[in-house]
């Protein structure tokens, strides 16, 4: 009977692991290669729905939006999650009421967050075209304009997201020795290159991590241009996630969803692997 023991104990995650992860990505990979629409039995058609994804301008259209997405909202929340995070490093009054503050709009849902922030941005009634209009400045559209609306939703992403990336990168400040400062302090180094050559490569894993989680995050961008823009104006919201919902779920093009699912999971994949070359290593 003890022989079996360990493997009655890790048998829940090995039936969970079967049911919920391993049999879904098989399903998957054997549903791009079929027709189904859930009512109808699939129907083998080879390679024809990888032949429709090369041609599928607008898919392409939407994996360029999710680029654009994430080449603001990156580099915006490394800087201010690194910037936070250092201020509170430091001996400040209300250090713990500024953390749980920072902290929370990761806490609140998606979609109230969401809701908010497209009151705060709407044309005629939001708050910020409202000071715009105040000051005697023209409005912005900033949800209906194509050239803006992205960059918007980035903004406020950013903004509901940055508050976890301060605590790791709180948590990786407070792990560097003191000893470096001093050191430092002794040899008459600056503020900027005590930050240069002492704190930044001291944080390389956590900011190698954040960029990752920041990366994985961005890539499932759905909720906030889903209730924000509809993936609108004119397609530049639409982010490839959200794609991949329509043709499952409005359209019922389940083989070519999964196709979908299974080459944007390769592109993800390819975009961390350049990201662990040349972000984790000596800054």
Same mark, same amino acid.
């Given at each position: 009977m003890k022989k079996w023991t360990p493997y009655l104990l890790v048998s829940p995650y090995i039936l969970h692991f079967a049911v919920f992860v391993a049999f879904p990505v098989l399903f998957s990979v054997v549903l791009t290669f079929?027709?189904? @629409?859930?009512?109808? %039995?699939?129907?083998?058609? !080879? +390679? /024809?729905?990888? *032949?429709?994804?090369? =041609?599928?301008?607008l898919f392409w259209q939407a994996v360029w939006n999710t680029v654009r997405f994430l080449l603001v909202h990156i580099p915006l929340q490394l800087i201010v999650a690194i910037v936070m995070a250092e201020l509170l490093n430091r001996t400040v009054r209300g250090a713990s009421f500024f953390r749980a503050a920072f902290f929370l709009p990761v806490i609140v849902s998606g979609v109230?967050?969401?809701?908010?922030?497209?009151? +705060?941005?709407?044309f005629n009634s939001g708050l910020l075209n409202r000071l715009l209009a105040a000051l005697s400045v023209p409005r912005i559209a900033w949800l209906d304009d194509p050239a803006v609306a992205m960059y918007s939703i980035a903004v406020m992403a950013?903004? =509901?997201?940055?508050? #976890?990336?301060?605590?790791?990168?709180?948590? !990786?400040?407070?792990?560097?020795? &003191?000893?470096?400062?001093?050191? /430092?302090?002794?040899?008459? /180094?600056? @503020?900027?290159? *005590?930050?240069?050559?002492?704190? +930044?490569?001291?944080?390389?894993?956590?900011?190698?991590?954040?960029?990752? #989680?920041?990366?994985?995050s961005g890539f499932s961008l759905f909720v906030?241009?889903?209730? &924000?823009?509809?993936?609108? %104006?004119? @397609?530049?919201?639409?982010? /490839?996630? &959200?794609y991949i919902y329509r043709?499952?779920?409005?359209y019922y093009h389940m083989g070519y969803s999964a196709t979908l699912g299974f080459c944007f999971a390769l592109i993800i994949l390819f975009v961390v692997i350049i990201q662990r070359r040349y972000v984790e290593q000596e800054v």
């Open positions: 079929h027709s189904w @629409n859930i009512i109808s %039995p699939m129907q083998y058609i !080879g +390679l /024809a729905n990888y *032949k429709h994804l090369f =041609k599928d301008r109230v967050v969401t809701i908010l922030w497209q009151q +705060l941005l709407s950013t903004w =509901k997201n940055v508050g #976890l990336y301060i605590i790791l990168f709180l948590v !990786g400040l407070q792990s560097v020795p &003191m000893q470096y400062y001093e050191a /430092a302090d002794l040899e008459g /180094a600056t @503020n900027w290159q *005590k930050f240069r050559f002492i704190t +930044l490569p001291m944080i390389n894993p956590t900011i190698f991590t954040v960029v990752v #989680l920041s990366t994985i906030e241009p889903y209730i &924000m823009t509809q993936g609108g %104006p004119m @397609n530049t919201t639409l982010s /490839a996630v &959200m043709q499952a779920f409005q």
